[in-house]
């Protein structure tokens, strides 16, 4: 007897099959959460990203373009806006007489930690159907294959 086609509200049809579709459908789930965070707060998902990096170091521009993957003028620009909105400075670099080194204000910093608590809330739900184990697990699985990505163990897809 054949096996029946899925019909379009089969949960089975949401499951991922593979690793890379479990990896791609939390990473889409997880990009929802943050855009949502980042609309409560008019801001765009790379704006809270640029918060994100800012909390705990003061990086050059072409740091922070690095970390952002983003080119100079792009950059410029996104540091331009939130400087507007009160939320970042540029400050000469004391190393570097020519470079700039972004920091948050006190505004920035205030709402990069409100996001960030808003974050861990969301995030701490996602992850409630784990066990303790589970959670311990998927962290030590995240940071391995974050340190490779990092260490530049992995190839890049560019």
């Known amino acids: 007897m054949p096996t029946p086609m899925p019909t379009p509200d089969d949960p089975a049809l949401d499951e991922p099959h593979t690793t890379v579709d479990a990896l791609v459908q939390l990473s889409f789930l997880i990009q ?10 008019d ?3 790379i ?15 072409l740091e922070l373009a690095r970390h952002l993957d983003l080119d100079k003028s792009s950059m410029t620009g ?7 909105r009160g939320l970042v400075r540029r400050e000469r670099s004391p190393h570097d007489g020519r470079g700039v080194l972004v920091t948050l204000t006190p505004a920035g910093t205030t709402l990069v930690n409100t996001c960030a608590q808003q974050v ?3 995030i701490a739900i996602l992850a409630t ?5 589970e959670g311990d697990q998927l962290r030590l699985l ?3 294959l974050l340190t490779a990505h990092g260490e530049g163990l992995l190839p890049s897809a560019g």
């Open 120 to 122: 861990q809330a969301r």
């Open 32 to 41: 929802g959460e943050l855009a949502r965070i980042a609309a409560d707060h």
């Open 43 to 45: 801001l765009s998902l």
């Open 142 to 144: 995240a940071t391995k």
């Open 78 to 84: 996104l540091v331009t806006r939130a400087e507007k």
């Open 47 to 61: 704006q809270v990203r640029l918060l994100g990096i800012l909390r705990d170091r003061r990086p050059g521009m």
């Open 129 to 133: 159907p784990l066990t303790t184990r």
